[in-house]
């Protein structure tokens, strides 16, 4: 007669395997993130703000940025501000056509945060080519317990969207500010 944990073994989908995971503990908050990732500093970050870029095999990047909540808001007031100032300079960097996928509003760790889902076109380079498709997916967080602001960020291709849309929500998932 087979153990419970085989039972369970053999009820899993094919394909879906448990990933084993990493925490990353730094300047009082954290965050989950696959092991077989590589974490890489912004060479200029400090405990006020900086950002953490989490790399997979295949080169597919999720960024956790963090900052002072209080210079942020004289910018963008809200959290809603602050996610349509993000937005507005994504549209501006790559000058192409931006269309929402999808904005709603979630919990994270006992905050309402923002996240959006972007389409965005990239214009062809040169005579030859056709536009690029790419996705940017982002949670913005507004702390108040500790002063500070998280932006949780990826762009994705239509190869690597699953992989970057898990382990973007397995960070946003896990992450602790205060």
Known sequence: MASQENAEELDLPLGDVPVEMDTLKIYGFSFDFPKDRKLEFNPKFKRTDGDVAVKAPDKAVVFVSWGELERVVKKAPTIEDHAKFSLDRVKKSVQGKLNSVDHKEIDVNGHTAVYNRVKIQVPKRGLIGK??????????????????????????????????????????????CH
Do not use: W
């Not at 913005?140 to 932006?151: A, N, P």
């Not at 960020?153 to 898990?166: H, V």
């Open 131 to 176: 536009p690029n498709e790419q996705e940017v997916t982002s949670v913005h967080i507004h702390c108040d317990k500790t002063g500070r602001f998280y932006v949780i960020y990826a762009t994705s291709t239509p190869l690597n969207i699953d992989d970057q849309t898990k382990t973007l929500q397995e960070i946003v998932d896990t992450l602790r």
